[in-house]
């Protein structure tokens, strides 16, 4: 299957904990890039999502961004250590006695670290719940691009069914244009009242022909038709060979242009180069 690398996906983790949501999104790219934007307590995770991602795509510039709610009536209770502050207390009033009974701040009292704790939460519980959620975001992604480049592959396989039929047209009319250039060329000798050997004049129409003929051209761009097809039905990431075959076509399209000595193969040509870029716009978004 054929995978765009453009894609959208969002999912939403409920739990005791509160909520989480996760947005990718991507772009095209030469090679996969991959950017974060997490809340702090779960930056650990991040070399678990770089190496997701990099097992599940091979190409583009993928952005994950995760937005986390945590449930205030979930939040641990705040616990008193009273023999630690008991202790500080006590302390504190010796020093008040060296120090002319300077008053001590409560508040300063709590401060001190191990005094006042909060129960934590169940961080390991939670981060398994958000990277299900991930997974989910993740697949949903995938399904995105398989499903754009679905679309991008009948887009593509219309093109290439649109160069069969120029590249058919021509060869049907090269017999009636090489007649009708031969009779064209005999024509002004016969104006000019120049008299040539018939030999002299077949040699010089074969030649002509020889310039003309385009069947090799043709040849290539049914081989190449036939080639694109096949990369397509295969699938995967095949967007650098597509990429080529585009290359490959333009060639050949060039090639054909330049031998036309006809009004019908130049719009030909030019109605080739025409399919050829439009499926170079929709390779370039292809994994």
């Not at 300063?108 to 959620?133: C, F, H, N, T, Y």
């Not at 242009?257 to 030019?270: E, H, L, W």
């Amino acid at each position: 299957m054929i995978h765009s690398m453009t894609a959208f996906s969002r999912v939403e983790v409920k739990g005791d904990w509160g909520n989480a949501v996760w947005e990718i999104r991507s772009v095209n790219q030469r090679f996969l890039e991959t950017y974060f934007r997490l809340p702090e307590q779960f930056r650990s995770v991040e070399p678990v999502l770089r190496e997701r991602f990099r097992k599940a795509l091979n190409r583009g510039k993928v952005e994950c961004n995760l937005r986390f709610n945590a449930n205030p009536e979930t939040k641990g209770k705040l616990s008193l250590n009273k023999d630690l502050a008991s202790q500080l207390l006590e302390h504190a009033g010796w020093v008040n006695e060296q120090t002319l009974n300077s008053q001590v701040n409560p508040i300063e009292i709590m401060r001190w670290p191990g005094v006042m704790e909060a129960e934590e939460a169940d961080m390991d519980s939670i981060q398994a719940d958000i990277l299900k959620g991930f997974d989910q975001a993740l697949k949903d992604f995938i399904a995105a691009r398989a499903s754009e480049g679905e679309n991008m592959k009948a887009l593509i396989e219309q093109r290439l069914d649109g160069i069969v039929a120029e590249a058919e047209k021509v060869k049907a009319h090269m017999p009636e244009i090489i007649q009708w250039q031969r009779k064209r060329i005999t024509d002004k000798f016969e104006e000019a009242n120049i008299e040539l050997e018939s030999t002299r004049v077949e040699q010089e129409l074969v030649m002509l022909a020889q310039k003309m003929d385009v069947d090799e051209e043709i040849d290539r761009l049914f081989s190449h038709v036939k080639e694109t097809n096949g990369i397509l039905k295969k699938g995967g990431a095949q967007g650098r060979r597509l990429d080529f075959m585009m290359q490959e076509f333009n060639r050949e399209a060039n090639t054909l242009g330049s031998k036309s000595i006809n009004a019908d193969i130049t719009n030909s040509a030019v109605e080739l180069k025409v399919l050829i870029e439009q499926m170079r716009e929709q390779i370039q978004n292809i994994e």
